[in-house]
């Protein structure tokens, strides 16, 4: 199995009465709360911390994009996975955005990812969500009722552009450019593997298992809730006669590892009361722009309770943050002692079916300290311990295809 | 409340629905956020004077998923007059109320034959930043009866299923009003429709509910300075965006004496 380190990359410095005292997290957020010369802190902080991620042996360092986001501040994750890639060595970079349809051209994520993926010979998995509404549709004024149809065309572009030996001329209904020809081309060929980040859309899993993309389940509340999720993936896989490789999913979950439960759950409590308190308080306002949904996954979210039953789980912030005993109870955040976690988290993987985790091991205004002490706990006694799950029944076909070690450039060190 | 009477025309590979009632020249109305779900008593009192028809415009309801084919404003134009045509409207009186107010806005620009007289209803198509349309999208459940109506209860009930009615077409019928709405107005409602006022030479009528939540009423004065024809304002004392819901008699009523005039 393999196991990514996550960066969300939050705001740590979000007042203790946020919650009571403004609307939203995200879109319209008090811009006066983000203080630059902490902004300076915080990034580099959390560039150290996804560099020692790496160095402590993660298979895979994650960015995203957000806009507008007190809990998400990168609105280009590019430009950290451009610092990562002379920074690391061997570990995948796997940039879970870009948001397509945002860009224009569209050609600009086919160039950015080539050169993202010549920096870091061939360590880039290239990942293509749609974009939350708040992103999207709010953030950068998209049009809710366009988004998917944008964001199918700007995938059709970037792949032809990728694989296309010559120059070409795109006619489509949102961009139309006489001459697509991006240099660089990207080192893996044809193509870095593609990971969909999405939320349970049927339409999704159908887009993946067509086009043969990993399906990434990006959820804030843990694989209890993300089982009716994943169990809908998989139904939907085997109607489509794919295969049950558990290599073809991802999920997200956080962890707090210490020595003993009861240190765990005392230094792990209060960044994760931040993340959930305050992190998640998005105004409902902001949460389905018409169109976002298709009628089709509306119709499947009336009929289906299974569905329905993971948009409850889901929706939890609409109905006030949950208390710790619940972060910890319902596996919003697993915390324990090495064995412990080691034990939860082989039970989402073979429970979910997902051979590619993504662990948030910083979360809400956990110091850098704190987040090393995390990641090299996991990284010494719990990720051996899962490492083998999977790798001898399954290929993961859907992993970077880097240039040998030995052929890879190395950055010159710096004189200070 | 005698029915009115129903038929459909071919567009954008719908079948859409042309709901008619009155006797006399055909007066066209097409309606803001939501659509027609049912006949109304202000259509009903206009159709004590005229010949009222009522298209549905792409994705409203009485549409269907057709709207999604339109992608930037001669779309929507260009599906406007192929509706206005379809109905018998061409050339004809039009109402167009908010959504539709923009379009027939539009529509009076770009094809001043098309159109004879124009009743503007709180028309879309305007912004500015310092007295901006209201986000109508960015809302709570809760929020959306009183930012539309002043009469918040009356337009709840307005949007409830009636018996007998699938419970989930009828709420898709909803969304799928919304998701057309947006795709024509979002995220300002602007698409540039003030530089193309100077082309209505229509005589217009610019109605308004003085209490709009939605469209300031100050934008009438805006619009009546940018078209070209006569323009006259009229204002509905204490009736909110949807001055149809809120005040049909006096609504009816302010537009058959301006087409009377």
């Given at each position: 199995m393999k196991q990514l380190w996550f960066h969300l990359m939050p705001y740590t410095d979000l007042p203790d009465d946020f919650r009571d005292r403004h609307p939203s997290v995200w879109v319209d957020i008090d811009s006066r709360l983000f203080d630059p010369a902490k902004g300076h802190r915080m990034y580099n902080e959390f560039m150290d911390e996804l560099e020692f991620a790496a160095e402590a042996g993660f298979d895979g360092i994650c960015v995203n994009e957000h806009h507008q986001n007190g809990y998400g501040l990168m609105p280009s994750p590019n430009l950290i996975a451009s610092a990562l890639a002379r920074r690391t060595s061997d570990a995948a970079l796997c940039v879970m955005g870009n948001s397509l349809a945002l860009y224009n051209p569209p050609v600009r994520v086919a160039e950015e990812f080539a050169m993202l993926d010549c920096i870091s010979g061939g360590r880039l998995i290239a990942g293509f969500p749609v974009g939350t509404p708040m992103d999207t549709c709010y953030a950068y004024g998209m049009n809710p009722s366009q988004l998917r149809e944008r964001y199918h065309e700007a995938h059709d572009?970037?792949?032809?552009?990728?694989?296309?030996?010559?120059?070409?001329?795109?006619?489509?209904?949102?961009?139309?450019?006489?001459?697509?020809?991006?240099?660089?081309?990207?080192?893996?060929?044809?193509?870095?593997?593609?990971?969909?980040?999405?939320?349970?859309?049927?339409?999704?899993?159908?887009?993946?298992?067509?086009?043969?993309?990993?399906?990434?389940?990006?959820?804030?509340?843990?694989?209890?809730?993300?089982?009716?999720?994943?169990?809908?993936?998989?139904?939907?896989?085997?109607?489509?006669?794919?295969?049950?490789?558990p290599f073809r999913a991802g999920f997200l979950q956080f962890v707090g590892v210490a020595e003993s439960r009861q240190e765990a759950l005392d230094i792990y409590r209060e960044p994760a009361e931040y993340f959930y308190n305050r992190c998640l308080h998005v105004d409902a306002r902001f949460a389905s722009p018409p169109g976002y949904a298709s009628e089709a996954t509306i119709r499947s979210k009336v009929v289906s309770q299974v569905l329905a039953a993971a948009s409850r789980a889901t929706d939890r912030e609409a109905f006030g943050p949950p208390p710790f005993e619940e972060i910890v109870s319902k596996g919003y955040v697993i915390i324990g002692s090495p064995d412990e976690v080691a034990e939860q988290l082989r039970e989402v993987a073979l429970s979910l079916n997902v051979g590619q985790l993504m662990l948030l091991l910083q979360y809400g205004n956990m110091s850098r300290d704190l987040a090393f002490y995390n990641t090299e706990l996991f990284a010494k006694k719990v990720k051996p311990q899962l490492a083998s799950?999977?790798?001898?029944?399954?290929?993961?076909r859907w992993w970077p295809k880097p240039l040998p070690a030995g052929e890879r450039a190395r950055p010159r060190e710096i004189q200070a | 409340m005698s029915a009115p009477h129903e038929r459909s025309v071919r567009l954008l590979g719908d079948d859409v629905r042309i709901l008619e009632k009155g006797e006399g020249a055909p007066l066209g109305f097409l309606p803001t956020f939501g659509g027609v779900l049912a006949w109304t008593p202000f259509l009903d009192r206009l159709a004590a004077g005229r010949r009222v028809v009522v298209p549905s415009l792409p994705g409203f309801p009485g549409a269907s998923g057709g709207f999604r084919r339109l992608d930037d404003l001669a779309d929507w134009v260009t599906a406007t007059l192929d509706l206005l045509e379809a109905a018998g409207l061409d050339g004809a009186d039009l109402v167009g109320h908010g959504?539709?107010?923009?379009?027939?806005?539009?529509?009076?620009?770009?094809?001043?034959?098309?159109?004879?007289?124009?009743?503007?209803?709180?028309?879309?198509?305007?912004?500015?930043?310092?007295?901006?349309?209201?986000?109508?999208?960015?809302?709570?459940?809760?929020?959306?009866?009183?930012?539309?109506?002043?009469?918040?209860?009356?337009?709840?009930?307005?949007?409830?299923?009636?018996?007998?009615?699938?419970?989930?077409?009828?709420?898709?019928?909803?969304?799928?009003?919304?998701?057309?709405?947006?795709?024509?107005?979002?995220?300002?409602?602007?698409?540039?429709?003030?530089?193309?006022?100077?082309?209505?030479?229509?005589?217009?009528?610019?109605?308004?509910?003085?209490?709009?939540?939605?469209?300031?009423?100050?934008?009438?004065?805006?619009?009546?300075?940018?078209?070209?024809?006569?323009?006259?304002?009229?204002?509905?004392?204490?009736?909110?965006?949807?001055?149809?819901?809120?005040a049909p008699e006096a609504t009816a009523d302010a537009i058959l004496a301006f087409l009377a005039s």
């Open positions: 572009l970037i792949m032809k552009a990728w694989r296309e030996p010559a120059p070409f001329a795109w006619n489509g209904r949102f961009s139309q450019l006489r001459y697509v020809n991006p240099w660089p081309r990207p080192l893996q060929r044809p193509h870095p593997p593609v990971w969909i980040p999405g939320g349970g859309s049927i339409e999704t899993w159908q887009w993946c298992a067509e086009l043969d993309y990993v399906y990434a389940y990006l959820s804030y509340f843990g694989y209890q809730a993300g089982q009716a999720t994943m169990n809908g993936f998989w139904e939907e896989m085997k109607r489509l006669g794919k295969d049950r490789n799950l999977f790798e001898d029944e399954w290929e993961n | 959504v539709g107010g923009l379009l027939a806005a539009e529509v009076a620009a770009f094809s001043r034959a098309s159109v004879r007289r124009l009743a503007l209803l709180a028309p879309l198509g305007l912004f500015d930043e310092r007295e901006p349309v209201a986000d109508v999208w960015a809302k709570r459940a809760s929020e959306v009866p009183a930012l539309h109506s002043a009469k918040p209860e009356a337009y709840a009930q307005s949007l409830a299923c009636p018996p007998g009615q699938d419970e989930v077409e009828w709420q898709l019928a909803q969304v799928r009003a919304m998701e057309a709405a947006a795709r024509l107005l979002w995220p300002t409602g602007d698409r540039g429709l003030a530089k193309r006022l100077h082309r209505i030479t229509a005589p217009t009528l610019l109605l308004w509910g003085s209490e709009d939540r939605i469209v300031p009423a100050s934008y009438a004065k805006r619009f009546a300075e940018g078209i070209a024809g006569k323009a006259e304002i009229r204002s509905i004392p204490g009736a909110g965006h949807r001055l149809d819901l809120d």
